[in-house]
């Protein structure tokens, strides 16, 4: 009886757990039901995205697709009727995604409590002809050479600087004087307050000259005219402000408006006058800033730093930069980890009017792209993704299909396009490639970038060459071994420059059909430098080890350090121990001199070369 009275209640029990689960269940089923899905549709939106904001397994919706006749996959995109009749079908509310407008954002100013602006420095661009003292006279004033690092003594990079007169700052921005870097100067010119514009007395107005003249006064920018090279004996100030005066630029002791200093950049002559010009002109112009607001600029320059990542100048507008900030600039963003001044200080701020460097950016930006500093993180990376996203989109729906007569003219072998990858050491460089490249129009041939980027040739730029059949252009970077390899390899051309406009001559020629060089370089080895000795009469001698082919003496050298080729010359000495020998194999120690060179270093590459004549 008792185990009856036992088995009874253990039914009862089970009972009431499982009507307890079963209610669990139902409780559950519908609160469920009660969150309902609702699809957002933004344009670009994939198949795999909308199937999770439907809440339905990818591999229904798809299904449902197919009923449709809509053949897609899971990554492929989606358009916005598909969506909504997909929507419909799954009885889910359908709607536009509401797009926060960046450009509302980067438009958007705060306006400045007169209270809180404060005088800032002028930002002052030098400009000018090539070889007319541009870099000598902006040496003068920083007391820094630079002139004999450049590549043919002409600078290739813009650099800021600032220098202190009568204790008020100046910041100088030097651009590039060569007509290949005229989109730089132009940007150049839209940041700055006042341009300085340098003509050598003994050579007058050139064409550059005029050039500079046209961004100058597009920029509405104040004109400073600095007659350089007076120390000259065939110096004629005069008909250099007669030649001005007829582009429009009076000179003050004529009656007209625009300053005019002369100066020996050399000699280091006129140039307090020239700094109080500059000040006198500043005074005029007035100009203030909000250092109390966040720190709104323009990018210098920009490039990737081996050892630390991506590095940017920046030149603060309004506003001040602080260690920390998070920025967006062009359509990438960061976070400033570090800051130096323009002679390698660090610092912990940066105020209106000053150049500076910072690191802690994920890409490297744009030279000219504008830099804004945001106080919500997440707002700066929203902000940065649909930058990306709208220049993804405008530059694809800018791209041209190719019409019927030139699918003809190609089959037929007519139309003829010249693909290229270019890589360089800064992003400055590439866009004045670009920018000159553009310009280049040789009928019935086209050009097409397949990609730029910042740094040394690596295997990726020789894969995607071999497969879009494009030749690398490398300008001032070096060349590993192991990617000159598989260059070979996959029968891939590279070529390397140091000065801008022989790449765009060879270009030139090339598409013209008549790049029928009869000699070029081709390289025969590879030596890494293990150690350094420095002697007295004879300079520095580095012991090296063969790495790859061999090294010949009297052989062209290119001396690469951190993926950058800092010096081209001869090779000088070669030996074996003490003994003097023609050439050195591959796995051998030697000991060798490069002529007019001694600042080598362990670890340098030294790429060696040889005339080959081509058949």
């Keep these: 009886m008792s185990k009856y009275i036992a088995k009874k209640k253990f039914n009862k029990n089970r009972e009431d757990y499982v009507e307890k689960d079963a209610n669990l269940i139902n409780k559950k089923k519908k609160n469920e039901s009660q969150v309902k899905a609702s699809v957002a549709y933004k344009a670009g939106m994939t198949v795999l995205e909308l199937s999770e904001q439907l809440q339905k397994p990818i591999t229904e919706v798809i299904k449902k697709l197919m009923f449709m006749r809509v053949m897609a996959t899971q990554n492929q995109e989606i358009s916005r009727d598909n969506a909504e009749l997909l929507a419909l079908e799954f009885n889910v509310e359908f709607k536009d995604e509401v797009v926060t407008d960046v450009t509302r954002f980067d438009e958007m100013e705060d306006i400045d409590d007169p209270k809180d602006l404060v005088n800032r420095p002028p930002v002052v661009t030098i400009m000018g002809h090539v070889d007319h003292g541009k870099t ?11 002139v004999d690092s450049e590549a043919g003594g002409i600078t290739q990079h813009i650099g800021a600087y600032q220098v202190e007169k009568n204790g008020q700052k100046i910041t100088f ?85 625009t300053p005019y200093c002369l100066i020996s950049a050399l000699k280091g002559t006129g140039i307090d006058n020239l700094l109080d010009t500059i000040q006198l002109v500043a005074e005029m112009l007035e100009l203030k800033a909000n250092p109390k607001k966040n720190a709104v600029g323009t990018v210098i320059e920009a490039k990737l730093d081996k050892g630390r990542g991506p590095v940017a100048t920046i030149l603060i507008d309004n506003g001040t930069l602080k260690i920390s900030d998070s920025f967006v600039v062009g359509s990438t963003y960061g976070k400033v980890r570090a800051m130096t001044d323009d002679i390698g200080r660090q610092i912990s701020q940066a105020l209106p009017g000053q150049a500076v460097e910072i690191i802690g950016l994920a890409e490297v930006p744009s030279a000219g792209d504008p830099f804004k500093v945001f106080e919500d993180e997440k707002m700066v990376k929203d902000i940065a993704s649909e930058r990306s996203q709208r220049d993804f989109d405008k530059q694809h729906s800018n791209k041209q299909n190719m019409s019927l007569e030139d699918f003809f003219n190609r089959a037929e072998g007519k139309l003829k396009e010249l693909k290229l990858i270019i890589k360089a050491d800064v992003q400055g460089s590439i866009e004045a490639f670009r920018g000159s490249i553009n310009k280049i129009v040789v009928d019935g041939t086209s050009i097409d970038i397949v990609r730029t980027g910042v740094g040394a040739v690596t295997d990726t730029d020789v894969l995607l060459a071999e497969a879009s059949e494009a030749i690398i252009i490398g300008f001032g970077v070096g060349i590993p071994s192991t990617v000159r390899e598989l260059a070979s390899e996959k029968n891939v051309e590279i070529r390397t420059y140091r000065v801008i406009y022989e790449a765009l001559d060879d270009i030139e020629a090339a598409m013209k059909g008549m790049l029928d060089p009869v000699f070029e370089q081709q390289v025969i080895g590879e030596a890494e430098v293990r150690e350094t000795y420095n002697v007295s009469k004879i300079g520095t001698i580095a012991g090296c080890m063969v790495t790859n082919g061999l090294v010949k003496r009297n052989s062209i050298i290119k001396l690469v350090r951190d993926g950058k080729v800092i010096f081209e010359g001869k090779l000088g000495s070669l030996k074996r121990f003490k003994d003097d020998v023609k050439e050195v194999k591959q796995g051998f120690d030697c000991g060798l001199t490069i002529d007019n060179y001694n600042d080598l270093k362990i670890g340098d590459i030294i790429e060696v070369y040889q005339m080959k004549e081509v058949e």
């Design 173 to 257: 921005i030097d651009t590039p004087g060569h007509a290949a870097f005229t989109e730089m100067r132009a940007r150049g010119a839209r940041i700055t307050d006042i341009v300085v514009l340098v003509v050598a007395a003994d050579d007058g107005v050139m064409p550059q000259t005029r050039e500079a003249i046209d961004h100058a006064k597009a920029s509405k920018c104040s004109i400073i005219v600095a007659v350089n090279k007076m120390d000259k004996p065939g110096a004629n100030p005069d008909r250099v402000k007669q030649e001005l005066a007829d582009l429009n630029l009076l000179p003050d002791d004529w009656g007209g408006e």
């Design 136 to 146: 000598t006279l902006l040496d003068n004033i920083r007391n820094a050479r630079v």
